[in-house]
């Protein structure tokens, strides 16, 4: 299970060490670090999208704990994932096989999100 001192760790070896003190208080650690969307990483200092992307693939180093699946009386279960979550994260350039990663869901679950994304636009 990752800790505080993880993310510490992680930010002060990419540099970012300025920044501990914005992700302590809010109990950031590399396992949520992946459904943080940039407007969250903004709100915690992270201005620029290529420190963003260098936090997330680092973090993924970390491990992350799978989404909660909801699941219902009919159908597939779906996992508990902010929408744009996916779309930014692909929008970033990270390929499905790092986002699903990042996520820890499956290979074709970001396939579907990204098709279905894509055909809604």
Known sequence: MATD???SNILKKLNMGYLVENFIPEKITPNIMGILSSHDLQCLGVRCRNEMVLL???CVNYG???PTKIYHE???PKYDLPKNVTEELLLDG????EISLLLSVSYGFIRFEKAHIFNNT
């Open 5 to 7: 001192s993880d993310i």
């Open 56 to 58: 997330r693939n680092e």
């Open 64 to 66: 992350c704990q799978p």
């Open 74 to 76: 009919a159908g597939a």
């Open 94 to 97: 990270f390929s499905i096989k």
